[in-house]
């Protein structure tokens, strides 16, 4: 796993066709996210108070959107903390790998896309705080 840092993490502007009839937004490979797509997920019915996430990953590099409501996006890197909030569904967050990240406060029918570079590999996961930190720390020196 490569180390990344906190400004690796960007909010990409997507692109708005302003309609009368409603907007429209997308986002394409290599256009507005830097991988392509090899994986799609989204996340909703979160009740009050949860939490997802709370993890990094060693190689998927992710983009998320809450196409509807809003939500926060905790990232995490060497005991450093951001807190991004994403309430624009014209806006996503691309997150490299290497990054600690939790979402929370989700808005009541809140929905969050994620697509990602990699597909399901639970060994792609770091899930212990304690050896992420270890690694973080490691490469810091």
């Known amino acids: 796993m490569r180390q990344s840092n906190l400004d690796s993490c960007k909010i990409v502007s997507l692109p708005k066709i302003p309609d009368r009839r409603g907007n429209l937004s997308f986002f394409e490979t290599d256009n507005?996210?830097?991988?392509?797509?090899?994986?799609?997920?989204?996340?909703?019915?979160?009740?009050?108070?949860e939490i997802r996430g709370g993890h990094a990953y060693k190689k998927q590099n992710e983009f998320i959107i809450a196409?509807?409501?809003?939500l926060d996006v905790i990232i995490e890197v060497a005991h450093t903390i951001k807190k991004i909030s994403l309430n624009r569904s014209y806006e996503g967050l691309f997150i490299p790998s290497?990054?600690?990240?939790?979402?929370?406060n989700f808005s009541t029918n809140s929905l969050a896309l994620v697509v990602s570079d990699t597909e399901y590999d639970a060994e792609d996961y770091i899930r212990d705080k304690n050896i992420f930190y270890n690694f973080c720390d490691e490469n810091a020196k």
Do not use: A, C, N
């Not at 507005?32 to 108070?49: A, L, N, S």
């Not at 196409?67 to 809003?70: D, E, P, T, V």
């Not at 290497?98 to 929370?104: A, D, K, T, V, Y």
């Open 98 to 104: 290497g990054i600690w990240r939790h979402m929370e």
């Open 67 to 70: 196409l509807s409501g809003s």
């Open 32 to 49: 507005q996210i830097p991988f392509k797509i090899e994986r799609t997920y989204w996340i909703y019915d979160v009740p009050g108070g």
